[in-house]
């Protein structure tokens, strides 16, 4: 019997995941990004593997992705009873997801530039004691 050939992260999307971490986002949600949005669509077992995690933390990666408008999914019927299988794909390309996880880092540093602006305010009237 042939056996498909598993994707699997490479050195690139390790450097794309450890990015994307410093930037805040969770690790496990990076490595499910990278990894689904290098297949048309897929299981969460071939997330498992290629990605190199376990399923509960695919599972909630799934869900994050979801809830963001990043990925969707669809359920595959077996043959027979059991529970259908969950099929994932991206709704938009990368460099689209890129742009949308930059916007809302930009605006925590809009944020913390606020607050570091009105704490300074608000330390200069220590200063007069």
């Known amino acids: 019997m042939k056996r498909k050939r598993s994707f699997v ?29 290098q297949v048309a669509e897929c299981r969460s077992a071939e997330v498992e593997q290629g990605a190199d995690l376990r399923q509960p933390e695919v599972s909630v990666a799934m869900q994050e992705l979801r809830r963001r408008g990043w990925a969707k999914k669809r359920d595959l019927k077996k043959k027979g009873k059991g529970r259908p299988v969950h099929i994932y794909k991206l709704t938009k390309p990368l460099p689209d997801i890129l742009r949308n996880f930059e916007q809302e880092k930009m605006k925590q540093v809009e944020t913390i530039k606020s607050d570091l602006d009105d704490l300074n305010s608000l330390i200069k009237n220590y200063e007069q004691l």
């Open 9 to 37: 992260l490479d050195e690139k999307d390790d450097k794309a995941v450890q990015l994307f971490a410093e930037l805040g986002m969770p690790k496990n949600l990076a490595k499910t990004l990278m990894f689904i949005s």
